[in-house]
């Protein structure tokens, strides 16, 4: 069986955040279902902003490109700011134009699981919706359930485990349905 690559994308520029916490939750039960991670969370965010009539990229730039070109899933996850998501996590997708000309196209076959931490329900619901959209322009596959975290409660411990097996049980459905969709992709595959 093929291991799935699944990349995570989000947080904030400030490394621990609760929507940096939240991703790495689904990342670890995509792992424990046997897929590959990475992530790109806290300083990797702070990019260069995005030019499209430049092919120079900085290394930290280049590298998010060549990993989301290798990627069979992906977990975007973002604070809700003002509604939306966060400059530093639109900024780093806008790098996902030099997948374009690529033969499989930006997302084209790929999950994404979407997680939004706001503080407050109304904020949050916008936010997940962008990222759901997002990931539709981008030709990818938004998985069927998306995890919405209130942070005006108490969600996490000190040492980073969930405090609410609720929340951790949403952000394991979204890890889950990213791999499961990955490999149902490797299988076909293999079946043409």
Request: proline share 4%.
């Amino acid at each position: 069986m093929v291991q799935p690559l699944i990349v995570g994308l989000g947080g904030t520029a400030r490394g621990g955040s609760s929507s940096e916490r939240a991703m790495l939750v689904a990342l670890k039960h995509a792992e424990q279902l046997g897929a590959t991670t990475a992530h790109f969370c806290g300083a990797d965010l702070l990019l260069p902003s995005y030019q499209p009539e430049s092919n120079e990229r900085t290394e930290p730039a280049g590298r998010l490109v060549e990993m989301f070109r290798k990627a069979d899933g992906i977990i975007l996850s973002s604070p809700s700011y003002h509604g939306t998501m966060s400059g530093v996590l639109k900024n780093a997708l806008d790098y996902m134009e030099d997948l374009k000309s690529d033969q499989r196209v930006y997302w084209d076959g790929r999950s994404v699981g979407c997680i939004c931490c706001a503080g407050g329900w109304q904020g949050g619901a916008q936010t997940i919706a962008t990222l759901r959209s997002i990931a539709h322009a981008l030709r990818g596959w938004p998985t069927p359930f998306g995890a919405v975290l209130n942070t005006s409660l108490p969600l996490f411990a000190s040492d980073g485990s969930m405090l609410d097996t609720s929340v951790q049980n949403q952000l394991e459905m979204v890890g889950a349905q990213v791999v499961e969709f990955a490999k149902m992709r490797h299988a076909a595959a293999l079946a043409s």
